[in-house]
């Protein structure tokens, strides 16, 4: 346990020392809200419901976030640590690996949820956020959309030969995925066909996900995201624990 | 003399190739035992069945009277390993890996002073992608004395590093020892072998070819020594008869070559004294041992290539 605790915030700790990691988690989804709130504002729209257009990219980045750790700092911070070795230094110590993945898992979850928390006071203070939900189901379905691309992460991080591979296949991975779900772009904005493409896109049923109880949607509403989101992390947990290797 | 590693007729292959052939051997507690051998002669195979980080084929293991295998949270807890082509994250500083790598120990030792002993006080603050290759390789000794353990395994410990980090390493290697821990490395220096080791074992496609000490290796060449000094002028008959008592003698030149017969140990002596009571003026006078790389060229009929 006191090894776990130390190793979490040895982790938080590299977090910040890596500035691109940090800069997409953290800063990159604000120069966004920042952005696009300076041209649009966020007066009611019609078109969104009545919501303005920083209603509804708030929960839309904070997916944009949960992708980006999930598919870029997991993959490559895991690929890295077994590519140089650290991964088979720590093997030698009494340690049991897992602690490596909790502690990754914690820090990246907490910094996620720091980045989703930036853009939230962000939101309220320039822009007058509006929020209809229940904080709880919204926090619920945070951590259920998160950790599910964290298994995706860990799938690639397990698949992929170096951490070199890693990082391109997930970047190839993210970005169409970022724009096509409707997690950079309001999905409103987009074409037919290309909605009809984004379902077959997991990071899609985030989005859908945490903007339908950010509004208020009861969970009736969304149980083919729930299960979606679901069955991505069993699976992602089986083939990460198949594929892993310590080399 | 307590046997810390018992190895049995181990046997590892990795498909069809054969990493290492039925091997046997001993170390005992307090000696530096060596491994040594070119790259792929099975020694990083051996060491990580002695770890527990491998299943071997055949063959017994026991290290600390424990098999590795089935108790490595054991032996990971009580020995410290030193790995090739390990690594700490790069931005991770010494300070931090020594705090962090101690909390996985129930009695560690204090890392305060391992920094200090290990010479690494003033790079407390350092990103490890920052250290020198030396420096990597003081604070992995740092780790892997950490546990407190009373057997050390070093794999490839000073592969990369220039003479000077070296000799450096080797001191340290001589310091732990000289603090009643037993310690089995490998390398493919022989220089390192028998510069450092007690014993050693030569490991050539999977099997040991030999195991001594390095002097008694060297010995067991039976082969001359050599001696070799320059002259100005012509030498005295008289002194040509006094050589051939102790060696044969061979003139290049201005250089003369006195191959010294089998082991006398007092061959410098005679011939020096020999030639300043004949009143020979000679220079640049040096000898010529055979070293472990002589000992492995017989044992195998090449020469160590790194």
Not at chain 2, 200 to 215: C, F, K, N, T, Y
Not at chain 2, 220 to 229: D, H, K, P, T
Not at chain 2, 286 to 295: G, I, K, L, N, S
């Amino acid at each position: 346990m006191k090894s776990l605790l130390k190793m979490t915030w040895m982790e938080t700790k590299l977090f910040f020392r890596e500035p691109v990691g940090a800069f997409f988690t953290l800063v990159f989804p604000l120069m966004f809200l920042f952005l696009f709130g300076s041209i649009y504002g966020n007066a009611p729209i019609k078109q969104l419901n009545g919501q303005g257009t920083v209603d509804i990219s708030v929960p839309a980045y904070t997916a944009m976030i949960i992708a980006t750790t999930g598919l870029m700092g997991l993959t490559i911070t895991m690929a890295t640590y077994r590519e140089n070795g650290v991964l088979r230094r720590l093997r030698t110590t009494p340690i049991s690996p897992l602690a490596v993945f909790v502690a990754q898992v914690i820090v990246l979850f907490m910094m996620t949820a720091f980045g989703m928390l930036l853009l939230i006071i962000a939101g309220k203070l320039v822009y007058h956020l509006r929020f209809e939900g229940n904080v709880i189901n919204v926090l619920m379905a945070f951590t259920l959309s998160s950790i599910s691309f964290f298994a995706i992460g860990f799938v690639l991080a397990g698949l992929m030969p170096t951490a070199r591979t890693a990082q391109i296949v997930g970047l190839a991975i993210l970005y169409p995925m970022l724009f096509l779900s409707g997690a950079g772009f309001p999905r409103e904005l987009l074409p037919e066909t290309i909605i009809k493409v984004s379902r077959f896109l997991p990071l899609t049923y985030v989005v859908t996900l945490l903007r339908g109880l950010w509004v208020g949607d009861p969970w009736s509403q969304h149980t083919t995201e729930v299960i979606v989101l679901a069955a991505i992390l069993v699976v992602g947990v089986v083939v990460s624990l198949k594929t892993f290797r310590w080399e | 003399m307590n046997a810390v590693i018992k190895v049995e007729g181990l046997k590892k292959s990795y498909g069809a190739t054969v990493a290492v052939d039925e091997i046997s051997f001993e170390v005992f507690e307090g000696e530096i035992f060596g491994m040594v051998g070119p790259n792929g002669a099975g020694k990083t195979t051996t060491i990580e069945c002695l770890e527990g980080l491998r299943k071997p084929d055949h063959g017994k293991v026991t290290v600390m009277g424990i098999d590795p295998l089935r108790e490595g949270h054991f032996l990971r807890t009580h020995t410290g390993m030193q790995l090739q082509q390990s690594n700490l994250p790069e931005r991770m500083k010494v300070w931090e890996a020594l705090d962090l790598y101690s909390s996985f120990y129930p009695k560690p030792s204090n890392w305060e002073e391992l920094l200090t002993q290990l010479g690494l006080e003033e790079k407390r603050n350092t990103p490890f992608s920052k250290l020198s290759g030396g420096q990597k390789q003081r604070l992995f000794i740092a780790l892997a004395l950490l546990p407190d353990p009373q057997l050390i395994f070093l794999d490839e410990l000073t592969t990369g590093l220039d003479p000077q980090a070296r000799h450096a390493i080797w001191d340290l290697v001589r310091d732990v020892r000289s603090r009643g821990k037993t310690i089995l490395l490998t390398t493919h220096y022989m220089e390192e072998a028998e510069r450092l080791c007690d014993r050693v074992a030569i490991l050539d496609h999977g099997r040991i070819v030999a195991l001594d000490s390095p002097e008694a290796l060297i010995r067991s060449l039976g082969a001359e020594e050599l001696l070799i000094f320059n002259i100005d002028s012509a030498l005295p008959p008289a002194f040509e008869n006094a050589i051939s008592k102790l060696g044969r003698m061979e003139k290049q030149g201005d250089r003369v070559v006195i191959h010294g017969k089998g082991n006398n140990a007092t061959l410098v002596n005679e011939v020096v004294s020999l030639l300043a009571r004949q009143g020979i003026q000679f220079r640049d006078l040096r000898t010529e041992q055979p070293t472990m790389e002589d000992v492995f060229l017989n044992l195998t009929g090449r020469a160590m290539k790194d």
